[in-house]
Protein backbone atom coordinates (compact mmCIF):
# COMPACT_ATOMS: atom_id res chain seq x y z
CA UNK A 1 0.00 0.00 0.00
CA UNK A 2 1.58 3.29 -0.97
CA UNK A 3 2.53 5.56 1.98
CA UNK A 4 -0.16 8.57 1.64
CA UNK A 5 -2.72 6.01 0.80
CA UNK A 6 -6.18 6.23 2.93
CA UNK A 7 -7.04 3.37 5.23
CA UNK A 8 -9.65 3.17 7.53
CA UNK A 9 -9.63 0.24 10.72
CA UNK A 10 -12.30 -0.57 13.10
CA UNK A 11 -12.48 -2.48 16.16
CA UNK A 12 -15.59 -2.83 18.36
CA UNK A 13 -14.98 -3.76 21.84
CA UNK A 14 -16.95 -4.69 24.96
CA UNK A 15 -18.31 -2.57 27.91
CA UNK A 16 -15.14 -3.61 29.73
CA UNK A 17 -12.19 -1.47 31.11
CA UNK A 18 -9.56 -4.24 29.79
CA UNK A 19 -10.71 -3.23 26.48
CA UNK A 20 -8.73 0.44 26.90
CA UNK A 21 -5.31 -2.14 26.88
CA UNK A 22 -6.42 -4.20 23.79
CA UNK A 23 -7.16 -0.51 21.61
CA UNK A 24 -3.91 0.62 22.69
CA UNK A 25 -2.23 -2.57 21.36
CA UNK A 26 -4.24 -2.41 18.39
CA UNK A 27 -3.34 1.26 17.52
CA UNK A 28 0.28 0.38 18.43
CA UNK A 29 0.42 -2.25 15.64
CA UNK A 30 -1.90 -0.31 12.77
CA UNK A 31 0.68 2.81 13.39
CA UNK A 32 3.60 0.60 13.16
CA UNK A 33 2.54 -1.22 9.74
CA UNK A 34 2.18 1.99 8.36
CA UNK A 35 5.48 3.78 9.35
CA UNK A 36 3.86 6.15 11.64
CA UNK A 37 5.67 5.25 14.70
CA UNK A 38 6.36 9.07 15.07
CA UNK A 39 2.62 9.48 15.83
CA UNK A 40 2.65 6.68 18.48
CA UNK A 41 2.87 8.60 22.12
CA UNK A 42 0.37 11.49 21.09
CA UNK A 43 -1.86 8.94 19.47
CA UNK A 44 -1.76 6.12 22.34
CA UNK A 45 -2.82 8.91 24.87
CA UNK A 46 -5.62 10.55 22.77
CA UNK A 47 -6.88 6.82 21.66
CA UNK A 48 -6.84 6.04 25.78
CA UNK A 49 -8.42 8.86 26.73
CA UNK A 50 -11.77 8.27 23.98
CA UNK A 51 -11.69 4.89 24.51
CA UNK A 52 -11.76 5.21 28.21
CA UNK A 53 -14.79 7.71 28.20
CA UNK A 54 -16.71 5.81 25.94
CA UNK A 55 -16.04 2.11 28.16
CA UNK A 56 -16.69 4.63 31.39
CA UNK A 57 -19.77 6.65 30.81
CA UNK A 58 -21.50 4.09 28.94
CA UNK A 59 -23.24 0.81 29.41
CA UNK A 60 -22.95 -0.42 26.02
CA UNK A 61 -20.57 -1.56 23.64
CA UNK A 62 -17.77 0.82 22.16
CA UNK A 63 -15.39 0.78 19.38
CA UNK A 64 -11.99 2.30 18.51
CA UNK A 65 -11.93 3.35 14.65
CA UNK A 66 -7.95 4.84 13.36
CA UNK A 67 -8.28 6.17 9.69
CA UNK A 68 -6.05 8.18 7.62
CA UNK A 69 -7.85 10.91 5.02
CA UNK A 70 -5.98 11.34 1.50
CA UNK A 71 -4.88 14.57 3.18
CA UNK A 72 -2.66 12.99 5.20
CA UNK A 73 -4.22 13.26 8.61
CA UNK A 74 -4.76 10.48 10.90
CA UNK A 75 -8.07 10.22 12.22
CA UNK A 76 -8.97 8.82 15.80
CA UNK A 77 -12.44 7.89 17.44
CA UNK A 78 -14.24 6.49 19.69
CA UNK A 79 -17.88 5.09 19.51
CA UNK A 80 -20.46 4.54 21.86
CA UNK A 81 -24.10 3.98 22.59
CA UNK A 82 -24.41 7.41 24.12
CA UNK A 83 -26.30 9.98 21.98
CA UNK A 84 -25.35 12.41 24.23
CA UNK A 85 -22.93 15.24 23.53
CA UNK A 86 -19.84 14.90 25.89
CA UNK A 87 -19.09 17.40 28.35
CA UNK A 88 -17.11 20.53 27.58
CA UNK A 89 -13.68 19.95 27.85
CA UNK A 90 -11.83 21.61 30.51
CA UNK A 91 -8.55 23.90 29.74
CA UNK A 92 -5.50 21.69 30.38
CA UNK A 93 -3.98 24.01 32.91
CA UNK A 94 -7.21 23.08 34.99
CA UNK A 95 -7.26 19.75 33.77
CA UNK A 96 -3.88 18.91 35.43
CA UNK A 97 -5.21 19.23 38.86
CA UNK A 98 -7.96 17.32 38.44
CA UNK A 99 -8.64 13.93 39.62
CA UNK A 100 -11.69 13.32 36.68
CA UNK A 101 -12.89 14.99 33.78
CA UNK A 102 -9.56 15.71 31.89
CA UNK A 103 -9.26 13.46 29.50
CA UNK A 104 -10.92 16.07 26.79
CA UNK A 105 -8.98 18.36 27.72
CA UNK A 106 -5.93 16.50 26.92
CA UNK A 107 -7.03 15.86 23.73
CA UNK A 108 -8.00 19.23 22.72
CA UNK A 109 -4.25 20.44 23.96
CA UNK A 110 -2.84 17.70 21.93
CA UNK A 111 -5.07 17.27 18.56
CA UNK A 112 -5.08 19.84 16.13
CA UNK A 113 -8.60 19.23 15.75
CA UNK A 114 -11.04 17.54 17.53
CA UNK A 115 -15.03 16.57 17.69
CA UNK A 116 -17.48 15.39 18.03
CA UNK A 117 -21.00 13.65 16.06
CA UNK A 118 -24.17 11.74 16.36
CA UNK A 119 -23.89 8.35 14.78
CA UNK A 120 -25.24 4.85 14.64
CA UNK A 121 -23.30 1.45 15.00
CA UNK A 122 -24.77 -1.88 16.43
CA UNK A 123 -28.51 -0.89 15.68
CA UNK A 124 -28.34 1.78 18.53
CA UNK A 125 -27.87 5.13 18.27
CA UNK A 126 -24.77 7.01 19.71
CA UNK A 127 -21.69 9.35 18.55
CA UNK A 128 -18.36 9.52 17.60
CA UNK A 129 -15.84 11.63 19.50
CA UNK A 130 -12.76 11.84 17.40
CA UNK A 131 -9.46 13.62 16.84
CA UNK A 132 -7.11 14.28 14.25
CA UNK A 133 -3.26 14.13 14.04
CA UNK A 134 -0.76 15.60 11.04
CA UNK A 135 1.71 13.05 9.66
CA UNK A 136 4.75 15.07 10.07
Known sequence: MPENEPWDYTLYIPNDPRAVTVCRGTLRVI???HGLT????TAELLATELVSNAVRHTKGPAALRVRRSPE???WIGAWDTDPA???PPVPLEQALEREE???LGLVMACAE???WQPS???GDRGKY????LEVA
Open 120 to 122: ARF
Open 113 to 115: YWG
Open 101 to 103: GRG
Open 129 to 132: VWCE
Open 31 to 33: LTL
Open 38 to 41: GLME
Open 72 to 74: GLV
Open 85 to 87: PPE
